[in-house]
């Protein structure tokens, strides 16, 4: 699949507030399933915790699904683009290195979702990681080992 011809749409009008919270999606590059492998899958995770530490997003939830992700962050002192930016290419380079690969890993653009202060954010972050369930990968979200939420 190559990559989205509408992701350009999907940057037009994007804000970026800090303090708000986002649900945000990568994909692989033609759905490539990279993450099928839990230790190739925790390169990724890495990066969420980089961003942590880097105090640029806050991590609620996430889940890393075989050919993407989503992520479910408090955006701290730092702009979606530039955080999706750090995320992906120094993600890239680990799994790269990792798979003994080169080239690009992720498509073009993400998708992000403002989510408003009146939605359940614990609703949200239950649907984040119960992707693996939703996609037949695992009957209990329990038994799948590339997911994390801040309330468990």
């Not at 990279?34 to 890495?46: I, M, P």
């Not at 690009?104 to 009146?118: M, N, P, V, Y």
């Not at 614990?122 to 990968?137: D, E, F, K, S, T």
């Amino acid at each position: 699949m190559p990559d989205l011809p509408h992701a350009s749409r999907l940057r037009a009008g994007r804000y970026s507030q800090s303090g708000q919270i986002y649900l945000l999606t990568a994909v692989i590059r033609n759905r490539e399933p990279v993450f099928t492998n839990w230790q190739t899958g925790r390169l990724l995770v890495r990066q969420f915790q980089q961003a942590y530490t880097a105090d640029l997003a806050e991590s609620l939830a996430w889940v890393v699904m075989p050919d993407h992700f989503h992520w479910l962050v408090e955006l701290r002192d730092c702009t979606l683009p530039a955080l999706m930016l750090a995320t992906k290419s120094r993600s890239a380079r680990a799994v790269n290195a990792h798979l003994g690969r080169d080239g690009r890993l992720w498509q073009k653009g993400f998708h992000d979702r403002a989510i408003r202060r009146e939605e359940d954010l614990l609703a949200v972050a239950r649907y984040v990681i119960a992707n693996p369930i939703r996609a037949g990968l695992v009957r209990r979200v329990h038994d799948y080992p590339l997911w994390d939420a801040k309330w468990l």
